[in-house]
């Protein structure tokens, strides 16, 4: 079965320039989320999708940051434009709530993204 | 603000001896603590996770123990082999209307000497 798989899997961008990031779930998860890691610091939160809904967008940090999951599938993160305060790695991760009620978080292996 | 503190942020440790890594929390919201193990190029993978309900528990050589009046709880890794070697996060669930929003630690960068 295959992971959550992201693209590209390094990014090198203008400062101004517009960057689409891209993550296909793990097949049937209904869960997607997005974090990224700044250089040297922790991992944050972004976003967070139940199917094709926004649940939880509380971590985007401004509005030159725009998230989609259209049809309930892969989903895209646009940064646009970017600055050179947006370099680092976006992790998307996916998941399934069990009938027990676990929600095991699996990552894909990020998109790193440096602006200059 | 750093909900969650983790210490030390790099390690080394000799083949065969034991690893320790320390997180804390503030938010007595949190319901669900994971740790996740990360290779170079690699995303977060879930390594073993506890319930605020269970003081300890142990998968193969890996423990955490939890305490929860203090606001900590940590990550032993037993016999600790060079394959160990890796980037460990703590992180913490808070779940709440439908959102399940992991907090990480800062990390740790473990490597183990032959």
């Known amino acids: 079965e295959a992971g959550v798989t992201q693209f590209p899997s390094h990014s090198v961008i203008e400062k101004g320039q517009t960057v689409t990031l891209r993550c296909d779930p793990i097949?049937?998860?209904?869960?997607l989320y997005w974090y990224r890691r700044v250089m040297g610091k922790e991992i944050k939160f972004l976003l967070h999708?139940?199917?094709?809904?926004?649940?939880?967008e509380s971590g985007m940090p401004n509005n030159r940051f725009l998230a989609e999951r259209t049809g309930g599938t892969y989903s895209t993160l646009k940064v646009q434009p970017a600055e050179l305060e947006d370099s680092g790695v976006y992790f998307c991760?996916?998941?399934?709530?069990?009938?027990?009620?676990?929600?095991?978080?699996?990552f894909g292996e990020g998109s790193w993204l440096t602006v200059v | 603000q750093q909900q969650v503190k983790q210490s030390p942020q790099s390690l080394i440790v000799q083949k065969g001896g034991i690893s320790i890594i320390n997180c804390a929390y503030e938010?007595?919201?949190?319901?669900?603590f994971p740790w996740y193990q990360q290779f170079p190029g690699k995303g977060p993978a879930l390594l073993i996770a506890?319930?605020?309900?269970?003081s300890e528990k142990k998968e193969g050589r890996f423990t955490i123990s939890f305490n929860k009046s203090a606001k900590q709880f940590s990550l032993h890794i037993m016999d600790s082999q060079p394959g160990d070697s890796a980037t460990y996060f703590c992180?913490?669930?808070?779940?709440?209307?439908?959102?399940?929003?992991?907090?990480f630690g800062k990390g740790t960068k473990l490597s183990v000497i032959p």
């Open positions: 991760a996916s998941s399934q709530v069990n009938d027990r009620g676990g929600n095991t978080i699996y």
């Open positions: 097949s049937g998860h209904d869960n």
């Open positions: 999708f139940v199917k094709e809904s926004k649940q939880d």
């Open positions: 938010n007595t919201a949190f319901d669900y």
């Open positions: 506890i319930r605020p309900d269970v």
């Open positions: 992180a913490a669930l808070q779940r709440g209307a439908g959102s399940y929003q992991l907090t």
